[in-house]
């Protein structure tokens, strides 16, 4: 089956370099009108620079595609909206919003300024929040729409020195829960990635030979997958990279029930082990059935 996304419009944001740029140069290649989205800057987000979104565009329209710059930030609501208008203003509509905009402030937290934690969940977190706030009343009045975050094994398994960077990274994880349950009913979509690729953002973390195989292009049939027709998935972590792709998820344990007494300490430190043994975990896929097992039967 051939993938299109004629007649979409995709606004893929922090599509000057990296991941994004290979997202939106495989979405236009098949059909989608997109907004590159880019303030050009420093991976540390210091400075600014049209190039990086001009760039981008330059080449979709020299393979054939449709593309039109915009150069807002993620991180100020007001901008971040109108990224949204760039897209209905030129293209009439929105569709598909690939939050992947990001920065890196990395320190250990002892040495990290409140400032720099603040700047790096707000690029990543509220980011995600403001363009995905913009464009979802358009996305449920068209009874369509599919929107990624992009997340991290940084947040999902950890990583030293990046407590702004993993909590927000989770943080995004936690949004798509809720707006998985929104959004459904309206057809509109919502996914996460968590993907490894060699970018200006990684390059200094990995060897020659693991870069050779981290193109960031290996990742984006992932990302496109969830911003097709084809997608019914909704509220998913996906892991893509190197080529491979894999689903995540988190489990509960079977655990200690207590019942018939209030619990103490010692039930706690007595059965830790157990507590802790995921061999028999279960999946829950709101809050409230996560309740239901815990308090039911009781
Ligand atoms: P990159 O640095 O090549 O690309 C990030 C882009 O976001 C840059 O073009 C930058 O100008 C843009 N950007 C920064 N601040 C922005 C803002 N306020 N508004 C709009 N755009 C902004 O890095 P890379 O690796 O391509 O990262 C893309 C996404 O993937 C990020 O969210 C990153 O955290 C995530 N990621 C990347 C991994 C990797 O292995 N490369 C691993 C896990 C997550």
């Known amino acids: 089956m051939t993938v299109r996304f004629d007649n979409r419009v995709a606004i893929v944001t922090g599509a000057g370099n990296g991941l994004g740029r290979a997202h939106a140069l495989l979405l236009a290649s098949r059909g989608a009108k997109v907004v590159v989205n880019d303030p050009g800057g420093a991976v540390d987000g210091k400075g600014g620079d049209h190039a990086a979104a001009d760039k981008v565009v330059a080449e979709i329209k020299a393979a054939g595609g449709q593309a039109v710059p915009n150069y807002d930030s993620v991180a100020d609501p007001k901008s971040?909206?109108?990224?949204?208008?760039?897209?209905?203003?030129?293209?009439?509509?929105?569709?598909?919003?690939?939050?992947?905009?990001?920065?890196?402030?990395?320190?250990?937290?002892?040495?990290?300024?409140?400032?720099?934690?603040?700047?790096?969940?707000?690029?990543?977190?509220l980011g995600t929040a403001y363009v995905t706030h913009a464009a979802w009343p358009i996305m449920r009045a068209n009874a369509y729409g599919r929107v990624v975050v992009?997340?991290?094994?940084?947040?999902?398994?950890?990583?030293?020195?990046?407590?702004?960077?993993?909590?927000?990274?989770?943080?995004?994880?936690?949004?798509?829960?809720?707006?998985?349950?929104?959004?459904?009913?309206?057809?509109?979509?919502?996914?996460?990635?968590?993907?490894?690729?060699a970018t200006r953002m990684t390059e200094s973390l990995m060897t020659p030979e693991a870069l050779a195989k981290l193109r960031p292009e290996f990742v984006s049939p992932m990302v496109a997958y969830l911003c097709s027709e084809q997608c019914q998935r909704t509220g998913d972590i996906w892991s893509a990279g190197a080529g491979t792709f894999a689903r995540i998820e988190y489990r509960e344990a079977?655990?200690?029930?207590?019942?018939g007494r209030a619990p103490t300490i010692e039930d706690v430190v007595d059965n830790i082990e157990k507590i802790a043994d995921v061999s028999a975990s279960r999946v829950f896929r709101t809050s409230g059935e996560e309740v239901a097992a815990v308090v039911g039967g009781s």
């Open 254 to 259: 079977e655990g200690l029930r207590i019942a």
């Open 80 to 125: 971040a909206a109108n990224i949204v208008k760039t897209a209905v203003d030129t293209y009439g509509t929105v569709d598909i919003v690939v939050n992947n905009a990001g920065v890196l402030r990395d320190k250990t937290f002892h040495n990290m300024t409140v400032e720099d934690f603040e700047f790096v969940v707000k690029v990543h977190f």
């Open 150 to 197: 992009t997340s991290s094994n940084s947040g999902i398994y950890g990583t030293f020195g990046q407590a702004n960077y993993g909590g927000a990274k989770l943080a995004v994880v936690g949004f798509m829960n809720s707006l998985r349950l929104e959004g459904q009913k309206y057809n509109v979509l919502i996914n996460a990635l968590a993907p490894v690729a």
